[in-house]
């Protein structure tokens, strides 16, 4: 019979997260993640697999919940109220790219960017990942472009990547150094810009409600 496990999983796991998290892949070694988690080499590799497996479980939670937080202001409801769930989402990333002010950045781009091309696994999560966040932000325009928020004509999959593109780069150009008030002007830029139907006002800037990290 299996000896049940004594430690906790889950705090195993956040911690490895931040140490990848902090150092990267390729700058993390398996004895780092034993000191910052208080088990042995042995116990890791038993429990999780070797480095690469134990990331790509990190690696996975992560995106998972970036999705979840998105699926929380994204998650569909009344067309009138479409357009302030996509300001609410856009301004809520710029947000928690303006409180890091350590400039860690988010661990699914990290992971992206330094195993995508050579790590199968993170390739194909990181894509799912963003058809993810592009079906909710298109759901959202479609909604609003019912309600005539958004301009009908318009494609709703171009401007869902706009905003996808937007939320994601404001995470990066936040890590490179710019200020808080330039990544929210960057939210409120985008928001103005999309496309209103004949005679209505642009998306006023600054409008949508206090966001929660």
């Known amino acids: ?33 034993a000191q910052a988690t208080g088990l042995g080499k042995g116990s ?41 769930r996509l300001s609410g989402y856009v301004h809520l990333m710029a947000e928690n790219s303006a409180s890091d002010t350590e400039r860690r ?4 781009a990290k992971g992206a960017a330094e195993l995508a091309q050579q790590d199968p696994t993170v ?15 298109r759901t959202e325009i479609s909604a609003a472009q019912r309600n005539g928020d958004i ?7 171009g401007l869902a990547a706009l905003l996808l593109t937007v939320v994601r780069g404001i995470e990066a150009v936040g890590k490179a150094g710019l200020d808080p008030a330039t990544l929210r002007n960057i939210a409120d830029t985008a928001l103005a810009v999309l496309p209103r139907p004949e005679g209505q006002n642009r998306l006023a800037t600054g409008s949508s409600p206090a966001c929660e990290k």
């Open 105 to 108: 950045g988010c661990l699914l």
């Open 123 to 137: 390739a194909v999560r990181s894509a799912e990942t963003m058809t993810a966040l592009l079906t909710l932000l």
């Open 151 to 157: 301009d009908g004509s318009a494609d709703p999959e």
């Open 1 to 33: 019979m299996a000896r049940p496990r004594a430690f906790d999983e889950r705090q195993v796991l956040e911690r490895a997260r931040e140490q990848f998290w902090a150092t990267g892949y390729a700058g993390t070694r398996m004895d780092d993640i």
């Open 44 to 84: 890791l590799y038993g429990a999780f697999g070797d480095k690469g497996k134990l990331f790509h479980r990190v690696f996975d939670d992560w995106c998972t919940a970036v999705v979840e937080m998105a699926e929380a202001r994204l998650a569909g409801g009344p067309d009138a109220e479409a357009l302030a």
